[in-house]
Each structure stands twice: as C-alpha cells, then as structure tokens.
T-cell receptor, first 111, second 113 residues
Framework: DQQVKQNSPSLSVQEGRISILNCDYT??????FLWYKKYPAEGPTFLIS?????DKNEDGRFTVFLNKSAKHLSLHIVPSQPGDSAVYFC??????????FGGGTRLMVKP | NAGVTQTPKFRILKIGQSMTLQCTQD?????MYWYRQDPGMGLKLIYY???????DKGEVPNGYNVSRSTTEDFPLRLELAAPSQTSVYFC????????????FGEGSRLTVL
C-alpha cells in the first residue's frame, strides 16, 4: 500500500518558467508534509514543509500547496533555475517522527 | 560541521557475505534512521531508533540488524548478503518531536554479486 505517490517520474521545464511537482497521499493521519531535494551522489536535503492545517506555505521561490479534500499536494518553483535540476521527494510525517516517502520526481531545468 | 557521516561510500559484496554500514552523527539527535533507496521506489525505512538502547523495525527490516549503544552511532548490519540488498543506503537523524526534518548522510552504495 503506497501511502504517498508521485505519479510523474520526470519533468522537464525551461529556465525561468514554473515547475509544478505533484504528490498524492492516502493516509489522513499525516500531520506534516515535506519536500526533499536530492542531487546525485548526495543525501536528500530538506526543502520545505507544510502543516496539515495549512493550505499554503511559501519560502522564496518555493511554494507548497495542500488540498486536504483531494489528498493532494504540489510544489511550485518559480522561476525555475538550472540548479534546481534534482530528484524531488514528497513525504508525509506522522506521530512518532516517521516519514513515508513518495517515489520521487526527477526535475530537469533546461537553460 | 560534519552532520551525519556514513562509511563506506561504496562496497561490493559477494552473496552470503556480511558487513556493517557505519553511521555517526554529531548533532546530539535522539532519533536515527536507516533507509534504502531503490530506483523509482523512493526511500524505504529499514530500522529506526528513538534513543540509545532502543531500536525498532521499519517497513523493510528483513536481512538487517541494528544496534544503538550511543547517541552518536547507529550501525546497520547485513547478514548473509543477497542480490535483493543491492541498493543505496541512507542514514538520517532528527531531533525528537520534530516536524519531519531529517538530516541525511551522503549514502552508501552497496552491490551484492
């Protein structure tokens, strides 16, 4: 049972345009949702999170939107830069400090 | 600022061999985790620990063992390596009662032939 799904394995966008990465979940008990970014040969690094009681959180070029009724969240990157090219994982957090990760989306930003 | 350090970075094992992946953190975090990443499958939790002397199974614990004798160290032992254990392994740590921000090591790529 995949509690967190990222249905797009890859996404390609032009530099300067918006990147939208999507994530769906099934577990209503998640209290936070997080996005992690991973470069090749490195560990994932935390990017941005959102509480389950919010519908939007913004940090610079990165905004995460949460639609609880649809059990869907998305990460918007505006404007996209070549350095944003990486694999992005969404994750749900529950009590006990456990994270459940999606399969990841590889973002390629073309100059 | 070392953070989470994993060794070795790469290892090739023969079927049936055993080895230990080392993980140490210098942030005094209570929580530590071992994940494995298979292509297109995201990260799966193998084992975790909420403090020294306390460990518990995650989603995919079979074929692995852990121990947590100190706050800093959380080694992962592979007994009788199998090709299905070919993967990239990540150790992570976090403070207690957090909101999910984990600090990851750089990973250990293991190949079992």
């Amino acid at each position: 049972d995949q509690q967190v799904k990222q249905n797009s394995p890859s996404l390609s966008v032009q530099e300067g345009r918006i990147s939208i990465l999507n994530c769906d979940y099934t577990n209503s008990m998640f209290d936070y949702f997080l996005w992690y970014k991973k470069y090749p040969a490195e560990g994932p690094t935390f990017l941005i999170s959102i509480s389950s009681i919010k519908d939007k959180n913004e940090d610079g070029r990165f905004t995460v939107f949460l639609n609880k009724s649809a059990k869907h969240l998305s990460l918007h990157i505006v404007p996209s830069q070549p350095g944003d090219s990486a694999v992005y994982f969404c994750a749900g957090h529950n009590a006990g400090n456990m994270l459940t990760f999606g399969g990841g989306t590889r973002l390629m930003v073309k100059p | 600022n070392a953070g989470v350090t994993q060794t070795p970075k790469f290892r090739i094992l023969k079927i049936g061999q055993s080895m230990t992946l080392q993980c140490t953190q210098d942030m005094n975090h209570n929580y530590m985790y071992w994940y494995r990443q298979d292509p297109g499958m995201g990260l799966k939790l193998i084992y975790y620990s909420v403090g020294a002397g306390i460990t518990d199974k995650g989603e995919v614990p079979n074929g692995y063992n852990v121990s947590r004798s100190t706050t800093e160290d959380f080694p992962l032992r592979l007994e009788l390596a199998a090709p299905s254990q070919t993967s990239v392994y990540f150790c992570a740590s976090s403070p207690p009662l957090g909101t999910g921000e984990l600090f990851f090591g750089e990973g250990s790529r293991l190949t079992v032939l």
